[in-house]
């Protein structure tokens, strides 16, 4: 039986943490993504070439957050409007 990290959302799209792995994949994600934000901040560079390799790195760790979420879900993403009835 495969160990799922993730569940779908009652209400929504997308899927909600609920094993440690999922948890931490996350955490890292948020931290990392928080780390090179102030990164950026304190350089006090606001110009395209230190803004555009930032912004092409937090879409790729957002996308494969995305990604690895929706193989290690419980079942599909799609839209749910909460408890459904069979």
């Known amino acids: ?10 209400y929504g799209y997308g899927a909600t943490p609920v094993s440690w792995e999922g948890w931490a994949l996350t955490a890292a994600t948020v931290v990392i993504v928080g780390i090179m934000t102030v990164a950026l901040v304190s ?4 110009d395209v070439a230190a803004v555009v390799p930032y912004l092409v790195v937090v879409f790729g760790l957002i996308a494969a957050l995305a990604f690895v979420a929706r193989r290690k879900t419980d079942g599909t993403w799609r839209w749910r409007w909460g408890r459904e009835q069979n």
Do not use: L, Q, T
């Open 1 to 10: 039986m495969a160990r799922y990290w993730f569940k779908p959302h009652e």
């Open 43 to 46: 350089s006090g560079r606001n």
